[in-house]
């Protein structure tokens, strides 16, 4: 099984700064890695896929890059709707063994 | 535009069975492989079961396997996970969510809104 984990469990970062969260897995998943976005009882939200494809109407502010083992997020300038928690999944093997990272929580600072 | 509707969720005591649905729309449910998946209280997410566009080919969690059956019927466009001998860790809200269009692992663009179970006597 792959394991994702992601860094910091917790970003405390102010509106209008930018945040930059990680996600490393344990074994290369090439550019299969998706993000989440996850707001308090709502379901997940897709934000990137194929590492660094924005999903349909998702803002420019939100950006992925890296490939392999090593992963980021960048929100830049951070609006209030963008303090949630966000998860990484990889989706690299078959069978399709999906596995997701444990969360990064986004707090206002 | 795509909708995925969960149902099913309840309470029910260790032991016992539960069976959810999900019902879609706004696309060609037929096409697309579906996943459930689970989020235990205040805890991350946790994929449970796939199954592809024909219902041919399916895989579960280890965690579920054995006690979990995944099915749909492409002619009511409906998901469904059937949960026997369920057990207090598998207190979750389920989640059914859309995948790929081909036998390829793919991400999930779409979900529902999510059924709580909650297992406990």
């Known amino acids: 099984e792959i394991v994702m984990t992601q860094s910091p469990a917790t970003l405390s970062v102010s509106p209008g700064e930018r945040a930059t969260l990680s996600c490393r897995a344990s074994q290369s998943v090439s550019s299969n890695l998706a993000w989440y976005q996850q707001k308090p009882g709502q379901a997940p939200r897709l934000l990137i896929y194929g590492a660094s494809t924005r999903a349909t109407g998702i803002p420019a502010r939100f950006s992925g890059s890296g490939s392999g083992t090593e992963f980021t997020l960048t929100i830049s300038s951070l609006q209030s709707e963008d303090f949630a928690v966000y998860y990484c999944q990889q989706y690299n093997n078959w069978p399709p063994l999906y596995t997701f990272g444990q969360g990064t929580k986004l707090e206002i600072k | 535009q795509v909708q995925l509707v969960e149902s099913g969720g309840g309470l029910v005591k260790p032991g016992g069975s539960l069976r959810l649905s999900c019902a879609a729309s706004g696309f060609t449910f037929s096409d697309y492989y579906m996943s459930w998946i689970r989020q235990a209280p205040g805890k991350g997410l946790e994929w449970v079961s796939y199954i592809s566009s024909s219902g041919s080919t399916i895989y579960y969690a280890d965690s579920v396997k054995g006690r979990f059956t995944i099915s749909r019927d492409n002619a009511k466009n409906s998901l469904y996970l059937q949960m026997n001998s369920l057990r207090a860790e598998d207190t979750a809200v389920y989640y059914c969510?859309?995948?790929?269009?081909?036998?390829?692992?793919?991400?999930?663009?779409?979900w529902g809104q999510g059924t709580l179970v909650t297992v406990s006597s």
């Open positions: 969510a859309r995948d790929s269009l081909w036998e390829l692992p793919d991400y999930f663009d779409y």
